[in-house]
């Protein structure tokens, strides 16, 4: 059974900085696309950011560009989401998500896997 777990969420004042962690079991990590994706209230689920099975490949949300940087550790079977700069505009629940073999992608149909979301709420 594939699991992912995310942790890390919280609340930070803007400008300030926060870094997500996803663990993940039952998983052959190693040769997975992961993700990340976020939701606010009433708004729709959407991308953030993902990465290819050896890291040689990151995209970004244009609206996290520059601030944002995914990474992932092959052997604690763990992607990462450091968060700086943080704007009042991020908080929303933040998602992993996982596929078995698929280039990396923003759309949230392509991924198998989802975790169960962590908080980040960025007060002003």
């Known amino acids: 059974q594939v699991q992912l777990v995310e942790s890390g969420g919280g609340s930070v004042q803007a400008g300030g900085s926060l870094r997500l962690s996803c663990a993940t079991s039952?998983?052959?990590?190693?040769?997975?696309?992961m993700g990340w994706f976020r939701q606010a209230p009433g708004k729709d689920r959407e991308f953030v950011a993902t990465i290819s099975w050896s890291a040689s490949t990151t995209d970004y949300a244009d609206s996290v560009k520059g601030r944002f940087t995914i990474s992932r550790d092959n052997v604690k079977n763990t992607v990462y989401l450091q968060m700086n700069s943080l704007k009042p505009e991020d908080t929303a629940v933040y998602y992993c998500?996982?596929?078995?073999?698929?280039?990396?992608?923003?759309?949230?149909?392509?991924?198998?896997?989802w975790g169960q979301g962590t908080q980040v709420t960025v007060s002003s």
């Open positions: 039952g998983l052959t990590f190693s040769s997975a696309t």
């Open positions: 998500t996982a596929v078995g073999t698929s280039l990396p992608s923003r759309t949230p149909e392509t991924y198998y896997y």
